[in-house]
């Protein structure tokens, strides 16, 4: 992973296998602490959505997160917002393994992070702000179309209940979201089904 500040980034992994990373209401709740704890001094948070087998982040690194450190070899270094990103899910994987008395990797080897607003991104139709809108629908859309519930606003490990105010977990940066996305908090209670583009969609991957 490599971030650069003035950027949004789609970081994204899934179980190793496409095995389960969440087995119950508490699993998902420590990852989200953890997530809080050890990723918001490097970011802001725009919204999230954590499923059975995999999760979405979207992210705006802040000067911090790309600060390099050397690692223990001195040779090579690492962006402190990767280096925390990559301790969060190998500490959690351990959690998982103690959890369930097992072993190995629970994730896919390799983290990804889209950028989604560098210039190379755009299509010809579409501009950063529709990547953006579009990438933050597709992750909260996520439970829905999978058909774990029939509203977005009923699946609690996801930041939609946090813009539709029946949370406020405190771990996105909402106002900041709302304003660079042009979002208002009608946007989120409304009863209109949310059209997401699927040719922008292939982009953000």
Known sequence: MHFETGHVYHVYNR???????????????????????????????????LMPNHFHFMLHPNSSACNTIFLKDQESHLQILSKA??????????????????????????????????????LSSFTHQDYLLNCFHYIHNNPLAANIVKTLEDWPYSSWPDYYGLDNKGICNKDFTMKILGLLPTDFTRNTEVQINKKIIEHIW
């Open 85 to 122: 990103i990559g301790k969060t899910l190998s500490s959690y994987t351990q959690a998982i393994n103690i959890q369930n008395n097992t072993t190995g990797n629970l994730f896919q080897k390799k983290t990804r992070a889209k950028c989604l607003t560098e210039s190379s991104l755009s």
């Open 15 to 49: 179980g190793n296998n496409r095995v389960k990373i969440f087995l119950k209401p508490d699993n998902y709740h420590f990852l989200l602490r953890k997530v809080q704890n050890e990723w918001r001094p490097y970011c802001d948070i725009l919204c999230y959505c």
